[in-house]
Each structure stands twice: as structure tokens, then as C-alpha cells.
């Protein structure tokens, strides 16, 4: 079945390690990326996105992700974390569906950074 | 900044109640969507819309219903409550405008529902 999938949900890590959650999808053909993440309590937000063009996107607070299309991935990094880095994180995958756009989610990455 | 307000943030009812969780949005979306988020399994799209009086089912629509009369205003009903369907549910909304906004989707706070 098509799918997005997330590896490593929980990960713990201290405060200045680097950080790097993976994201493959299986979909063919042209897709738009995202990555989302949840602050605790707060409501679901755009980290970044891609489109088109230059597969190495930057997003807010320091993150980053590549787009790899020969190996379906979307991995999201950050070179150094905080510990307001603490959140959930989802990856997205827009797709087309009986000519509809639609999101498939990944199960989420559950990061805690320890101060 | 686009504003996705859900009604409620907590809820509880009872097995059998039927339940209504509103969602409106100001930035004159076309599309709105319901998800329901449980740890581990991430999102799960429940019906979408992407005009008024037009609905899509989702991946889970089983026991759920929606609603939208107005542009801005997106309603779940759970015709009978059951407790499988205690849940944090998620409305979110996205413009159909070509431009860098088209298919992000803005999420509203969430609400928490339990059935008891």
C-alpha cells in the first residue's frame, strides 16, 4: 500500500546533538513534501515544504530538509537542537486522489530534548 | 495570519450521544478536512471538503458524517458515539489559489474527545 513512513518514533537526544528524522513515501510521480511539527499543547504548524526546485529546503527555527527523489525520502534536519525543539513531528505527502489533493501523514516522530 | 477555530477543546460525552465538533475558518478556504490524531498512528484523514456542500471520504470515514453549509464552516458528526472514537480530532483548511500557499493546510488547536 502507498504510504509515508517514519522511522524511530520516540527519540531523545540532549541539547546541542544533531538531530535527523527520516521520512520515505512510496508514491509515484510528482509530489509536494511537508514536514509539521506540534509543540506541546499548541496546535499543528508548517515547519517547511517542497515543491519544486533546489531539493535542500530550509525552514523555521534552524531546520532543514532534503529531498531525495531517487531514494523517496524527505529527511528533516537540525544541526544543533534545543529544548524548545521538544515537539512532535509529522511528515506529509501531497497526493492526488480521484482528482483530489490530499495529505498522507506519517506516524509522527516524538522528539524530547533534554536540557 | 489564517485562523482555524474548532469549537471545543475538550469534550466528553457518553456511548450513543450524538456529537457535533465545529470547525470555521477566515481566510475564505475552499478546502477543509477533518483528521483524527492517536500516539503512533500520526493522522488519519476522516472526510475532506473542497466546496460547500461537497464531501469526500477519507480513510476512516466509519462513523462519522460531515457538514458544509457555509464556506467557512466544517462540521464532524458522530451519529452515535462509541468509545473506539475517543480521540484528539483535527480540522484543518487549505486554499485551491495556485500560488506558494496552495495545498498547505492550517490546523486548528484540536479537540480532545472523550466517550465514556
Known amino acids: 500500500a502507498q504510504s509515508v513512513s517514519q522511522h524511530n518514533h520516540h527519540v531523545i537526544l540532549s541539547e546541542a546533538a544533531s538531530l535527523e528524522l527520516g521520512c520515505n513515501y512510496s508514491y509515484g510521480g510528482t509530489v509536494n513534501l511537508f514536514w509539521y511539527v506540534q509543540y506541546p499543547g499548541q496546535h499543528l504548524q508548517l515547519l517547511l515544504k517542497?515543491?519544486?526546485?533546489?531539493?535542500l529546503v530550509k525552514g523555521i527555527k534552524g531546520f532543514e530538509a532534503e529531498f531525495i527523489k531517487s531514494k523517496f525520502s524527505f529527511n528533516l534536519r537540525k544541526p544543533s537542537v534545543q529544548w524548545s525543539d521538544t515537539a512532535e513531528y509529522f511528515c506529509?505527502?501531497?497526493?492526488?486522489?480521484?482528482?483530489?489533493?490530499?495529505?498522507?501523514f506519517g506516524k509522527g516522530n516524538q522528539v524530547v530534548v533534554i536540557p | 495570519d489564517v485562523k482555524v477555530t474548532q469549537s471545543s477543546r475538550y469534550l466528553v460525552k457518553r456511548t450513543g450521544e450524538k456529537v457535533f465538533l465545529e470547525c470555521v475558518q477566515d481566510m475564505d478556504h475552499e478546502n477543509m478536512f477533518w483528521y483524527r490524531q492517536d500516539p503512533g498512528l500520526g493522522l488519519r484523514l476522516i472526510y475532506f471538503?473542497?466546496?460547500?456542500?461537497?464531501?469526500e471520504k477519507g480513510d476512516i470515514p466509519e462513523g462519522y458524517s460531515v457538514s458544509r453549509e457555509k464556506k467557512e464552516r466544517f462540521s464532524l458528526i458522530l451519529e452515535s458515539a462509541s468509545t473506539n472514537q475517543t480521540s484528539m480530532y483535527l480540522c484543518?483548511?487549505?486554499?485551491?489559489?495556485?500560488?506558494?500557499?496552495?495545498?498547505?493546510?492550517?490546523f486548528g488547536a484540536g479537540t480532545r474527545l472523550s466517550v465514556l
Open positions: 517542497y515543491f519544486s526546485g533546489d531539493p
Open positions: 506529509a505527502v501531497l497526493r492526488r486522489y480521484y482528482g483530489n489533493n490530499r495529505l498522507a
Open positions: 484543518a483548511s487549505s486554499p485551491q489559489t495556485r500560488g506558494l500557499n496552495k495545498n498547505i493546510q492550517y
Open positions: 471538503s473542497y466546496d460547500v456542500k461537497m464531501k
